[in-house]
């Protein structure tokens, strides 16, 4: 019974220890008992050979001289991403027997171009849902409800961005009338949300007039109280007003040293602060 190399799929004869052709040692345990071994099936070998075939034809990405990548860096194709898909795809192909090692470069260079035209068809498909945005936006429909809603355009590009998230890196299926009344959702949306904030705006406003005026009206009545001398500012002009000098301790001596400080009080129990008014200020 021949037996065969499980490396390169050479014939062996029944002395040989070494592959003639590629050197691997051969494992005789199966020719002794003149039994193929499982590697040596001839089904198996040549789905070897046909996966080391896509090996060297997939090559390395950092090889100088690797034809698969100089292919996909010409049609414009994402090298790890199609190497994977393309491995994935003639492996499952060989392992299922549907080509050989003599079909794998051709079925390669198939599948190149099937990446390349699903890439172009891809690339189609966003151009043209990029034009029908830009035109529905254009449109007097939506353009006129632009305008009746108040939205800059600051706004409008940030509607036209989502509707490239959705339509195109969400891969969304939105018809033209769909598109409409998102666009018009999202112009309401935002008119709304404008009103509110105004409203907002408006009420911040009306709430520090309303305490301006309320100082206003007490910094008059505080006015006429000191005019009529019913009241004053906190400090020494009031007879109330005192102060006191601490040492170092805290304790209340009869005059400042150099390790103390000096504090000062109200006689009515107030705190005293220089320039504050004060109801109850008396000459």
Same mark, same amino acid.
């Given at each position: 019974?021949?037996?065969?190399?499980?490396?390169?799929?050479?014939?062996?004869?029944?002395?040989?220890?070494?592959?003639?052709?590629?050197?691997?040692?051969?494992?005789?345990?199966?020719?002794?008992?003149?039994?193929?071994?499982?590697?040596?099936?001839?089904?198996?070998?040549?789905?070897?050979?046909?996966?080391?075939?896509?090996?060297?034809?997939?090559?390395?990405?950092?090889?100088?001289?690797?034809?698969?990548?100089?292919?996909?860096?010409?049609?414009?194709?994402?090298?790890?991403?199609?190497? !994977?898909?393309?491995?994935?795809?003639? /492996? &499952?192909? %060989?392992?299922? =027997?549907?080509?050989?090692?003599? *079909?794998?470069?051709? @079925?390669?260079?198939?599948?190149?171009?099937?990446?390349?035209?699903?890439?172009?068809?891809?690339?189609?498909?966003?151009?043209?849902?990029?034009?029908?945005?830009?035109?529905?936006?254009?449109?007097?429909?939506?353009?006129?409800?632009?305008?009746?809603?108040?939205?800059?355009?600051?706004?409008?590009?940030?509607?036209?961005?989502?509707?490239?998230?959705?339509?195109?890196?969400?891969?969304?299926?939105?018809?033209?009338?769909?598109?409409?009344?998102?666009?018009?959702?999202?112009?309401?949306?935002?008119?709304?949300?404008?009103?509110?904030?105004?409203?907002?705006?408006?009420?911040?406003?009306?709430?520090?007039?309303?305490?301006?005026?309320?100082? !206003?009206?007490?910094?008059?009545?505080? /006015? &006429?109280? %000191?005019?009529? =001398?019913?009241?004053?500012?906190? *400090?020494?002009?009031? @007879?109330?007003?005192?102060?006191?000098?601490?040492?170092?301790?805290?304790?209340?001596?009869?005059?400042?040293?150099?390790?103390?400080?000096?504090?000062?009080?109200?006689?009515?129990?107030?705190?005293?602060?220089?320039?504050?008014?004060?109801?109850?200020?008396?000459?």
């Amino acid at each position: 019974m021949a037996n065969f190399c499980t490396n390169c799929g050479s014939k062996l004869r029944k002395d040989d220890n070494f592959c003639s052709n590629c050197g691997t040692r051969i494992d005789k345990s199966y020719m002794e008992k003149n039994i193929p071994s499982p590697n040596q099936n001839p089904d198996n070998i040549e789905k070897r050979k046909a996966k080391q075939k896509l090996n060297t034809i997939l090559g390395r990405a950092l090889s100088f001289d690797n034809a698969f990548k100089k292919t996909l860096d010409y049609y414009g194709l994402d090298y790890g991403k199609t190497k !994977k898909a393309i491995r994935r795809q003639v /492996e &499952k192909e %060989i392992d299922s =027997g549907q080509i050989t090692s003599g *079909g794998v470069e051709y @079925r390669v260079n198939q599948l190149i171009l099937e990446c390349k035209n699903k890439m172009d068809k891809e690339k189609e498909e966003k151009r043209k849902k990029l034009k029908m945005i830009d035109e529905l936006l254009e449109s007097e429909e939506i353009k006129s409800e632009i305008r009746k809603n108040n939205i800059g355009q600051k706004y409008v590009t940030s509607i036209k961005d989502n509707l490239k998230n959705k339509l195109i890196d969400r891969k969304e299926n939105m018809d033209e009338d769909e598109i409409k009344y998102f666009i018009k959702t999202e112009l309401k949306k935002e008119r709304e949300a404008q009103e509110k904030r105004m409203r907002e705006e408006q009420e911040r406003a009306r709430k520090l007039e309303e305490e301006a005026r309320i100082r !206003k009206e007490q910094e008059i009545v505080r /006015e &006429k109280m %000191i005019a009529n =001398g019913e009241a004053g500012y906190c *400090g020494f002009g009031c @007879r109330h007003f005192y102060e006191e000098f601490l040492d170092e301790h805290g304790g209340i001596v009869g005059d400042f040293d150099s390790g103390g400080m000096v504090d000062y009080y109200c006689s009515l129990g107030h705190s005293a602060f220089h320039g504050k008014f004060c109801e109850y200020y008396e000459n």
